[in-house]
């Protein structure tokens, strides 16, 4: 499933189309993905300007001029095709197949984007004004926002008994992090994945929300990991897999400069994680 860096790559792709431009067309081809969508959804969508796009968490929100904002989710397999338009951004991938095109949005300058989910765990839902929607109401601070910060993490993982891998998965605690980026961040901070979060002293707490700052930053740039399913908007792979340190690469020597240990994993709570047990503790 995409993690942040993904969301935020698609985000980014889809605001130059987007944003400023009134919707002058939606199609909509099934009235369902993981839940129902709107009844209104096209009527709602349909003349409205974009007036804005945001990210919270791994949810793409899309404001409009109606008092509405399209939520976004991507799901397991959902990709968003561009084509068109004056700044073109037309692709063909033969992977992806028309038949689980499933909302199709036209804009005035004639550019086409299309939520393509072949295996329908995605979501298209609309928050109305003064509403705040079930999937974002009880989620953590952003860790790329300037409100997060070691002391705001240091009180999130205070006296919590849980892993310190399972605590950072926790989305009321931390938003948007994954199974992906919390493995990097945590081999980068050296601390092992079965710690008991609330066993890790303040001067480790932020080496740790600086290595996550940096994982994240660094995957956005690379327009995040593509593992099966992520593409970005152009229809390009993300390439920051290719810089994993531990994630996947079990049997492999640990990459950290000096250690002679070689990358583990063990399963926490039905997850894979992957770390060094030699320099991670």
Same mark, same amino acid.
């Given at each position: 499933?995409?993690?942040?860096?993904?969301?935020? !790559? #698609?985000?980014?792709?889809?605001?130059?189309?987007?944003?400023?431009?009134?919707?002058?067309? #939606?199609?909509?081809?099934? &009235?369902?993905?993981?839940?129902?969508? /709107?009844?209104?959804?096209?009527?709602?969508? @349909?003349?409205?300007?974009?007036?804005?796009?945001?990210?919270?968490?791994?949810?793409i929100l899309i404001d409009l001029?109606?008092?509405? !904002? *399209? %939520?976004?989710?991507?799901? *397991?397999?959902?990709?968003?095709?561009?084509?068109?338009?004056?700044?073109?951004?037309?692709?063909?991938?033969? @992977?992806?197949? /028309?038949? =689980?095109?499933?909302?199709?949005?036209? @804009?005035?300058?004639? !550019?086409?984007? @299309?939520?393509?989910?072949?295996?329908?765990?995605?979501? $298209?839902?609309?928050?109305? +004004?003064?509403?705040?929607?079930?999937?974002?109401?009880?989620?953590? &601070?952003?860790?790329?926002? +300037?409100?997060?910060? /070691?002391?705001?993490?240091?009180?999130?993982?205070?006296?919590?008994?849980?892993? $310190?891998?399972?605590? %950072?998965?926790?989305?009321?605690? #931390?938003?948007?992090?994954?199974?992906?980026?919390?493995?990097?961040?945590?081999?980068?901070a050296g601390i092992h994945p079965?710690?008991?979060?609330?066993?890790?002293?303040?001067?480790?707490?932020?080496?740790?929300?600086?290595?996550?700052?940096?994982?994240?930053?660094?995957?956005?740039?690379?327009?995040?990991?593509?593992?099966?399913?992520?593409?970005? !908007?152009?229809?390009?792979?993300?390439?920051?897999?290719?810089?994993?340190?531990?994630?996947?690469? +079990?049997?492999?020597?640990?990459?950290?400069?000096?250690?002679?240990?070689?990358?583990?994993?063990? #399963?926490?709570?039905?997850?894979?994680?992957?770390?060094?047990?030699?320099?991670? =503790?």
């Open positions: 499933m995409p993690e942040l860096p993904e969301v935020e !790559t #698609v985000r980014r792709g889809l605001e130059p189309h987007l944003t400023g431009r009134r919707l002058v067309r #939606v199609d909509q081809r099934r &009235p369902d993905l993981r839940w129902p969508m /709107p009844v209104d959804l096209v009527q709602v969508l @349909t003349g409205a300007h974009v007036t804005a796009l945001r990210r919270r968490s791994k949810y001029d109606r008092d509405a !904002t *399209m %939520l976004l989710h991507l799901g *397991m397999s959902g990709r968003i095709r561009v084509e068109g338009g004056i700044l073109g951004g037309f692709h063909h991938d033969a @992977t992806i197949l /028309p038949q =689980h095109d499933h909302l199709v949005l036209t @804009t005035d300058e004639g !550019t086409t984007i @299309t939520l393509n989910d072949a295996r329908r765990f995605g979501a $298209v839902d609309l928050v109305r +004004e003064g509403e705040t929607h079930p999937l974002l109401a009880a989620l953590g &601070p952003e860790p790329l926002d +300037e409100n997060f910060t /070691p002391e705001v993490l240091a009180a999130a993982l205070a006296g919590r008994k849980a892993p $310190v891998k399972s605590a %950072l998965l926790d989305q009321r605690l #931390v938003a948007g992090l994954g199974n992906i980026y919390v493995c990097e961040a945590l081999h980068r079965a710690r008991a979060a609330g066993q890790i002293g303040g001067d480790r707490i932020g080496d740790l929300w600086g290595h996550i700052r940096d994982v994240l930053t660094e995957a956005i740039a690379a327009g995040g990991s593509s593992l099966r399913d992520h593409r970005q !908007t152009s229809g390009e792979m993300g390439y920051f897999q290719h810089g994993f340190r531990v994630y996947g690469r +079990e049997g492999q020597p640990c990459p950290r400069p000096g250690c002679k240990g070689e990358v583990g994993r063990i #399963v926490q709570s039905g997850r894979s994680s992957w770390y060094c047990p030699v320099c991670q =503790h």
